[in-house]
């Protein structure tokens, strides 16, 4: 059994499968499946099965935070790339919209390594840019915090 968490855009999802690895309890296994909505047309791509840190995932969820709250001052900010240690995804947080407090979207960008593992210098993304609700990004910053704690407590499926 795995975890699964999903950022739902307007044309895609990206989903993070997730499973803890035996031989550390710093890296968790990670699956990243970008999937296109399917009125755009049928399109499913997984990457390769690798690792990711822990901390990464927290440092993603910081970096979804302190861009929503950068959004607050300039509507036109635009995040650097968030790449994780072991390449296995690319997300960049660009400029959005806000109506409310937690209410609006922004353009995101994800991108899945299909080719190398972890280590290799060079590798074949795929993926797209889509509008993302603060609603959605939000519920995935909680599914992620929800996952994190489940490892973390040693609730979790084992690889």
């Known amino acids: 059994m795995r975890q699964k968490c999903i950022l739902k855009t307007s044309g895609f999802e990206l989903v993070f499968y997730l499973q803890s690895l035996d031989s550390s309890k710093d890296c968790l296994g990670i ?8 009125s755009h047309g049928e399109i499913s791509i ?51 919209q806000l109506r409310a407090e937690n209410e609006g979207e922004f353009t995101i960008r994800c991108m899945v390594n299909i080719d190398k593992p ?21 519920l995935f910053i909680s599914s992620l915090r929800m996952t994190l704690n489940s490892f973390l407590q040693g609730d979790y499926p084992s690889l």
Request: charged share 15%; net charge negative.
């Open 31 to 38: 699956i990243t499946e970008f999937i296109l909505n399917p």
């Open 46 to 96: 997984r990457s390769i099965a690798t690792y990711i840190y822990m901390k990464d995932l927290e440092k993603l969820i910081q970096y979804l935070e302190w861009h929503i709250a950068a959004m607050k001052n300039d509507l036109g900010y635009q995040s650097q790339v968030f790449i994780s240690y072991g390449n296995c995804f690319q997300i960049q947080a660009l400029q959005g």
């Open 118 to 138: 972890a280590g290799d210098i060079f590798s074949t993304y795929v993926g797209g840019e889509g509008v993302i609700s603060i609603k959605n990004t939000q």
